[in-house]
């Protein structure tokens, strides 16, 4: 056996133990650490035929708790598989392992005159891998879709040992089933990638930014259709920031300082990308004079340089500074038709007066994208179920989704009947049974055995 493909004993650190959910923490019997495919593909092969289960593991970012070791769980890391095969100029795309770190993709696509358009808090360690199976989201899913629109083909090993290689290069191909959809957003359930094609883009350097104020939800829809209409294809954000999440992130991060003068209900961070500054900024203007003019838009600030947009983004980002700050805290992420939004946030309100009185609770999210995320406390751990009963309830109630990006893991499995009914469950079980029988590939998470 190759040196370093395999960590026992005393020798499996705690690095292996929980993924950044930080619960049920627990270290498993050992870590596999494939350098290739073939090598991965001996190891499940085996671990069929014992029975081993397995835990998948990438850069362990996730929230779900999928990646964390259930007891008795082998973990597979896939952090010796890294690296990028190929940049194809011609067709836009580029080969990778899928252990290879988010960020190297994306400085990689840079160097080239491309960029990789999935980004997010975590990507210094999040991987590829990772990224496909949890079907990632992020900050630019308004104009480039989520990971599952990224990908063009890839490679995965089935729980017996199979090794299917659907490296597809092509924007078009309906030669049968897109095979690649078993493993984007299955969460290491069905199989493990080994390695993806990925769709690059042109590099998109002009960035123009602002925030918004608006006096409530409805003058914020109001705006996104306006400016999808009046900036078409170029609007690659728009990140609203309720009073509750933005006062706190201003008066607690160190070294932000509110750019209004007064405080508003409802605050909107609004990015476009192109390829001429001058003019991008031009347009970006002038999108925003009938708004402003109607008062439809109460107060706006443009970031004047890099930095001022760096700090616009040190708002929006701030949820990871003022976390644990306010321990212990439940991290929503829901998604809903965005017509749904209004009547879900009034029950939920209505929900946590009627069973706590108040709670402490912050919001914010990705509105273009149909997605919400709501953090809420009432200092007490052991309100949490409650809480999410609330939640989840009401996600369910307002047609929506009980994980719009991090995915259900192990954390939420208990709440997916919310967003998806019988026969949508019934299959999942079916498509689970039939790849992997004797359920060692990530047992029990995403749906019951
Ligand atoms: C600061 C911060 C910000 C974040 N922001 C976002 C965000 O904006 N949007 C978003 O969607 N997520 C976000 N996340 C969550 C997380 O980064 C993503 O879910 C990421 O895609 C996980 O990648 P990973 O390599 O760390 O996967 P891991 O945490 O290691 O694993 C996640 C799941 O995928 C499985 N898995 C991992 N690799 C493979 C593989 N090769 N084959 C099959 N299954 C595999 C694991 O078993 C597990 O079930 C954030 C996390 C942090 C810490």
Request: charged share 20%; net charge negative; with cysteine.
């Amino acid at each position: 056996m190759p040196e370093g493909s395999l960590i026992v004993g005393t020798a499996v650190s705690n690095r292996y133990a929980v993924d950044f959910s930080g619960e049920h923490a627990h270290k498993p019997i050992a870590v596999a650490r494939p350098a290739n495919t073939q090598e991965c593909s001996l190891i499940l092969e085996h671990c069929n035929a014992q029975r081993q289960p397995v835990v998948i593991q990438g850069g362990l970012t996730g929230l779900a708790g999928g990646a964390t070791p259930q007891p008795g769980e082998l973990a597979i890391s896939l952090e010796r598989l890294t690296g990028i095969e190929e940049l194809d100029k011609i067709a836009g795309s580029m080969t990778v392992l899928a252990g290879t770190p988010l960020q190297v993709v994306q400085e990689a696509a840079a160097a080239a005159g491309f960029m990789f358009p999935l980004d997010l808090g975590a990507r210094g360690s999040c991987t590829i891998g990772g990224n496909i199976a949890t079907n990632a989201g992020g900050n630019q899913v308004l104009r480039f879709g989520m990971m599952r629109n990224l990908v063009l083909g890839l490679e995965a090993v089935l729980a017996d040992g199979t090794i299917v290689s659907s490296m597809n290069k092509m924007l078009k191909n309906n030669a049968g089933y897109d095979l690649k959809h078993l493993f984007i957003g299955t969460e290491g359930t069905l199989g493990i990638v080994t390695r993806a094609v990925l769709r690059l883009f042109p590099k998109q350097p002009a960035k123009t930014t602002a925030i918004c104020a608006v006096r409530n939800f409805d003058s914020m829809l109001e705006l996104l259709a306006q400016l999808q209409s009046r900036l078409s294809g170029s609007l690659s954000a728009f990140e609203a920031m309720w009073a509750s999440y933005f006062d706190y992130v201003v008066d607690h991060v160190n070294g932000l300082k509110n750019p209004f003068d007064a405080s508003h209900p409802i605050y909107i961070l609004i990015e476009t990308e192109g390829q001429d500054a001058e003019a991008d900024m031009d347009r970006f203007q002038a999108a925003l004079e009938a708004p402003l003019e109607s008062e439809l838009v109460i107060d706006a600030v443009l970031a004047q340089s890099e930095r001022e947009r760096q700090t616009f983004w040190k708002i929006r980002d701030g949820i990871g500074e003022i976390t644990p700050m306010l321990q212990p805290m439940l991290a929503f992420d829901v998604s809903m038709p965005v017509t749904e939004m209004q009547g879900f946030l009034s029950d939920i309100d209505a929900g946590f007066r009627s069973r706590f009185g108040s709670v402490h609770s912050l919001l914010f999210g990705h509105i273009g994208d149909n997605n919400l995320h709501i953090g809420v406390t009432t200092g007490k751990e052991s309100d949490f179920e409650q809480l999410c009963e609330i939640v989840y309830s009401a996600t369910g109630a307002h047609a929506g989704s009980i994980s719009a990006e991090h995915g259900v893991g192990v954390l939420r499995k208990q709440y997916l009947h919310h967003s998806r009914n019988k026969a949508e469950i019934a299959l999942m079980r079916r498509l689970k049974q039939a790849l992997d029988p004797n359920q060692i590939l990530n047992p029990s998470r995403v749906i019951a055995p």
